[in-house]
């Protein structure tokens, strides 16, 4: 991970100067502020990653000498199916669909992702993968 964090950073150092070099040429708004929220995003992602590596074991990525097969194995814990996100997604796109359409559709849309959400977050407290 020590890896990938420089890279970010490093990147967050090259939109910087990129959104500063463009603001300056270009005078132009729009373009100026994404790149400063790209630069802002590059350098959360890179901060993250840091700071993880520095609480985590070395991986074979941070190893000059390491091999493909010496990152093999368990990635960790990944839920089985869900029906959760797809909740999720209607109710997105409804809720995206009330701003073009009217906002009366967030009276649909509101109480889909609360549950979708709701579901998401307790799947693991009933059922049959109910935490023991």
Same mark, same amino acid.
């Given at each position: 991970?020590?890896?990938?964090?420089?890279?970010? +950073?490093?990147?967050?150092?090259?939109?910087?100067?990129?959104? +500063?070099?463009?603001?300056? =040429?270009?005078?132009?708004?729009?373009?100026?502020?994404? $790149?400063?929220?790209?630069?802002?995003?590059? +350098?959360?992602?890179?901060?993250?990653?840091? /700071?993880?590596?520095?609480? @985590?074991?070395?991986?074979?990525?941070?190893?000059?000498?390491?091999?493909?097969?010496?990152?093999?194995?368990? *990635?960790?814990? /990944?839920?089985?199916?869900?029906?959760?996100?797809?909740?999720?997604? $209607?109710?997105?796109? $409804?809720?995206?669909?009330?701003? @073009?359409?009217? =906002? =009366? *559709?967030?009276?649909?849309?509101?109480?889909? +992702?609360? @549950?979708? $959400?709701?579901?998401?977050?307790?799947?693991?407290?009933?059922?049959?993968?109910?935490?023991?």
């Amino acid at each position: 991970m020590k890896v990938q964090g420089r890279m970010f +950073i490093w990147l967050s150092v090259f939109v910087l100067a990129m959104a +500063i070099v463009y603001g300056v =040429w270009s005078k132009e708004p729009a373009g100026t502020t994404a $790149l400063f929220l790209a630069f802002g995003l590059c +350098i959360m992602v890179g901060y993250y990653l840091a /700071f993880t590596a520095r609480r @985590v074991d070395v991986g074979a990525q941070d190893n000059s000498d390491a091999d493909v097969a010496d990152d093999a194995g368990e *990635l960790g814990f /990944f839920a089985p199916h869900s029906w959760q996100p797809l909740s999720l997604a $209607l109710g997105g796109a $409804l809720a995206f669909m009330g701003v @073009v359409f009217g =906002w =009366w *559709l967030m009276y649909f849309s509101a109480p889909m +992702i609360l @549950v979708g $959400l709701f579901g998401w977050v307790f799947e693991f407290y009933r059922g049959e993968n109910a935490n023991q």
